[in-house]
């Protein structure tokens, strides 16, 4: 029953912006942790960004300072603001739900001239 599904992904120009949302059903969602990550062509999975149920976030060396999460409990999402982007951002996003984990299908983001 649980659902995880992310959107919010699309192509971008370097330096532009987006907004990513995660939206979670069948869970208490206040209560998980929640997590982004990166997977791009050829490479491994990369730890992007985490925020707590009590509102504390962690972050890849990667995105530091140009990314942040965010959660609203009441709409039981997670986002992902994604500011000045690369060309090396571009990946499929991917959401999930801590510690027990529950993956979404990922949404594609390319940046690119």
């Known amino acids: 029953q649980v659902q995880v599904v992310e959107s919010g992904g699309g192509l971008v120009q370097p330096g532009g912006s987006l907004r990513l949302s995660c939206a979670a059903s069948?869970?208490?969602?206040?209560?998980?942790?929640m997590g982004w990550y990166r997977q791009a062509q050829g490479k491994q999975r990369e730890f992007v960004a985490t925020i707590t149920r009590s509102g504390r976030t962690s972050y890849g060396d990667s995105v530091k300072g140009r990314f942040t999460i965010s959660r609203d409990n009441a709409k039981n999402t997670v986002f992902l603001q994604m500011n000045s982007l690369k060309p090396e951002d571009t990946a499929v996003y991917y959401c999930?739900?801590?510690?027990?984990?529950?993956w979404g299908q990922g949404t594609q983001v390319t940046v690119s001239a």
């Open positions: 069948g869970i208490i969602f206040s209560i998980y942790d």
């Open positions: 999930n739900t801590e510690p027990f984990t529950h």
